[in-house]
């Protein structure tokens, strides 16, 4: 049997010779319906309150569980950004380290060539060197032969003239000239 608070309201009982007293009866009657009414009241309340909670909580687990697969992704996301990241500073070391690797080659060829550039100028001058030294040689081996044509008339001359000139200032030396003229 169900209770309700009017239905504990209006129950009726049984006269008797020796009863209890009616209107004390009635009194508490009431009194425990009204509390009776209390704690139903009280109890729907709790009722909805709790299905209240538990759509909150259903929320809540559906937003844990969102956030939970945001939370994977991003960590996904993260490592492979930081693998991606990874992947290009390697590629990036690999292609600074060709390139320097390109760079000290060309250096090296360049130096190469400087170096034989060098040394085929050294040849050059040696060689022009040579050459001038040849002209010079030439050159004074004619003026001698001239000079030494010319010395019997200008001695005659200076017989003549009563003038003397030394021989040293005749004489013509190759290695100044060449000196000067490098």
Same mark, same amino acid.
């Given at each position: *049997?169900?209770?309700?608070?009017?239905? &504990?309201?209006? %129950?009726?009982?049984?006269?008797?010779?020796?009863?209890y007293?009616? #209107?004390?009866?009635?009194?508490?009657?009431?009194?425990?319906?009204?509390?009776?009414?209390?704690? %139903?009241?009280?109890? #729907? =309340?709790?009722?909805?309150e /709790?299905?209240?909670?538990?759509?909150?909580?259903?929320?809540?687990?559906? &937003?844990? =569980?969102?956030?939970?697969?945001?939370?994977?992704?991003?960590?996904?996301s993260?490592?492979?950004?930081?693998?991606?990241? =990874?992947?290009?500073?390697?590629? *990036?070391?690999k292609?600074?380290?060709?390139k320097?690797?390109?760079? &000290?080659?060309?250096?090296?060829? $360049?130096?190469?060539?400087?170096? #034989?550039?060098?040394?085929?100028?050294r040849?050059?001058?040696?060689?022009?060197?040579?050459?001038?030294?040849? *002209?010079?040689?030439?050159?004074?081996?004619?003026?001698?032969f001239?000079?030494?044509?010319?010395?019997?008339? /200008?001695?005659?001359?200076?017989?003549?003239?009563?003038?003397?000139?030394?021989?040293?200032? $005749?004489?013509?030396?190759? #290695?100044? /000239?060449?000196?000067?003229?490098?």
């Amino acid at each position: *049997m169900k209770f309700t608070p009017f239905g &504990i309201k209006n %129950q009726e009982f049984n006269k008797s010779v020796r009863g209890y007293d009616r #209107d004390e009866v009635k009194a508490f009657l009431e009194k425990l319906a009204d509390e009776y009414e209390r704690l %139903q009241n009280e109890n #729907d =309340k709790l009722k909805n309150e /709790i299905e209240r909670n538990d759509e909150q909580l259903k929320e809540y687990k559906k &937003i844990e =569980k969102n956030l939970q697969t945001v939370m994977l992704s991003a960590t996904e996301s993260t490592t492979k950004a930081v693998d991606s990241a =990874k992947k290009q500073t390697a590629l *990036m070391i690999k292609e600074a380290e060709l390139k320097a690797a390109q760079i &000290i080659e060309k250096a090296k060829e $360049s130096a190469n060539s400087i170096r #034989d550039a060098v040394l085929k100028l050294r040849e050059e001058k040696k060689l022009l060197a040579a050459r001038l030294k040849a *002209m010079v040689d030439s050159q004074a081996n004619l003026l001698e032969f001239n000079v030494e044509n010319v010395e019997p008339k /200008i001695r005659r001359k200076e017989q003549t003239d009563g003038t003397k000139k030394n021989e040293e200032q $005749s004489e013509i030396n190759v #290695d100044d /000239i060449l000196e000067k003229l490098l």
